[in-house]
């Protein structure tokens, strides 16, 4: 599953860049299961523990973003983010 570099940043960095329905569907994807919402935070547990290498590029990739931005405001990043949009995630299930 491809996703935009902002959508992904809603579990990259875990502030809400988008809706919560496509948190889900993110995370059901890289899950295989169809979550409940008392189940998200255990699921990105799961995300953080095995970091996968999407995971693993995001969280660079953002690091480098906060790095040129200079901040770590979220406006000042998501606006950093759309006008300079990073490379897709390829999420893979975990």
Known sequence: MEVSFEK??????????TGMDDVYEMLNFVSGESLMTHQLPHAMEKVRSVNPKWFSDGVNTLSAIKE???????????AYIKENPPENIVLSKI
């Open 8 to 17: 992904a940043f809603s579990l990259i960095d875990g502030r809400l860049s």
């Open 68 to 78: 040129k931005v200079g901040t770590n405001d979220f406006k000042a990043l998501i």
